[in-house]
Structures are given as C-alpha cells and as structure tokens.
C-alpha cells in the first residue's frame, strides 16, 4: 500500500489568516478521518467521512473549520481566521472498507500548524 | 468509549522483552481492546487488536486477562526504533452503530529503549 499522505508537512501561518491542509488516503479507503494532536496529548477526534459523506463533527470543530471530501478520495481541512489556540499536529487517518481490516485506521505523517 | 489508564512512562534495555500494562475495568463485553503507536514526528500506527484471546503477530503480542479488566502489550525483544508513545485504546466493533467509528487516544505510555 502507498500509506496516507499530507500536504503541507509543516505550516507556519501569522494569526487570522486561512489555511488549508489536504490529506489523501491509502486507494480504495471509503473511510476518512481527521485528528488534531497537542504537544504531550493524544490525538482528539476532528471529523469522520465515509465516502464523500461528512457523518461526524466533533464539538472541536468550531465554525472556523471546514473539512470536505468532495469526490470520496482525497480531503481538505480548512481553518478560517486562525488563532494561536490552533497550533498543533493536524493527523489524517483512512480505513478500508473491508470488515476486519476496516477496524484499523492507517495514519498519515501529519501537518504541523503554527499560529504567530 | 470505556475508559483506559496506562502508565506515563516505562523504560526498556535493548534487546529485553517490554511489557506494557493497561488497566480498562470499566471494559464493556463487546469492546475491542486496540493499541497503535506513535513514533516521534509521526502519525499513529496500528500495533495488534484483540477481543478475548491472546494474539500474536510480527509486531508485538497481546495478553488479555481472563476478565478482560486488563491486557499487557508485549514487544519481545525491544530495539532503539521500539522508542514510542503507546496508546491501548477501546472500541466497540465498527458495525455495531453508534460513534464507534473514531478511536479515543489517551495520553498514552512513553516508552524509553535504552541502548
């Protein structure tokens, strides 16, 4: 498999400027997801598309964030006006659609953000 | 999703056998016990899942007490690249509806492999 791949790898944005991170999944992966990762915290759950279906928005999502997944393959996450608050990795993640093997989520490298 | 608690960090030789406990007493009969881990600068990785009974595979192995209260992830012969955070983490089977789709990451245990 080609593993789950995001662009920009690193983002270094001044604070109330928009940015946008694509995330494109392992082929064939229905299942998309979106984390945000503080320093010395787990992941946090951002979103959830099965196909191009956005099914799952966490409350940390807060209206500044849009993700979409327009055509059921690759996705984007956009942050509106940032903030400093918004700094941090942002993980994509892809499952397949097979059963057993849909239990897993196979994880990109990550975008890191950093608000000025 | 049930709730799991694992030690902040642990420390490890090269080369030595590492066992790394989680505690989930609040574990539901159909809950999934999953651990992936976290390397520096990367994305989380799947490491083994399990339901019931003990699992092996090329990565690590999976020890789940009788009642399911606990579980132990076994790394057999710990190397330098073995240097993660690990997270176990519950799951209800992804079929079974509801939110169970997201995993739910705790802070998770930092491994330490000493040369």
């Known amino acids: 498999d080609t593993g789950v791949s995001q662009n920009p790898r690193h983002k270094i944005t001044k604070r109330g400027q928009n940015v946008t991170f694509r995330c494109d999944p392992i082929?064939?992966?229905?299942?998309l997801y979106w984390y945000r990762q503080t320093l010395g915290q787990g992941p946090e759950f951002l979103t959830y598309?099965?196909?191009?279906?956005?099914?799952?928005k966490s409350r940390l999502l807060s209206d500044r964030f849009s993700a979409e997944r327009p055509k059921g393959s690759f996705s984007t996450l956009e942050i509106q006006r940032t903030e400093q608050g918004d700094s941090a990795m942002y993980l994509c993640?892809?499952?397949?659609?097979?059963?057993?093997?849909?239990?897993?989520?196979?994880f990109g490298p990550g975008t890191r953000l950093t608000v000025l | 999703d049930a709730k799991t608690t694992q030690p902040n960090s642990m420390e490890s030789n090269e080369e030595e056998p590492v066992h790394l406990p989680c505690n989930h007493s609040?574990?539901?009969?159909?809950?999934?016990i999953h651990w992936y881990r976290q390397l520096p600068s990367q994305g989380p990785e799947y490491v083994i899942h399990?339901?019931?009974s003990n699992v092996n595979n090329r990565m690590a192995s999976l020890a789940i007490a009788e009642d399911r209260k606990s579980s132990t992830l076994i790394l057999h012969r710990a190397t330098l690249r073995d240097a993660a955070v690990y997270y176990c983490?519950?799951?209800?089977?992804?079929?079974?509806?509801?939110?169970?789709?997201?995993?739910?990451f705790g802070k998770g245990t930092l491994l330490t492999v000493n040369p």
């Open positions: 598309f099965q196909n191009e279906a956005q099914l799952e």
């Open positions: 399990g339901l019931t």
């Open positions: 983490i519950l799951r209800l089977p992804y079929n079974s509806g509801g939110s169970n789709y997201k995993l739910t």
């Open positions: 082929s064939e992966h229905n299942r």
């Open positions: 993640a892809s499952s397949p659609p097979i059963r057993e093997r849909g239990q897993l989520q196979f």
């Open positions: 609040t574990i539901s009969g159909t809950d999934y």
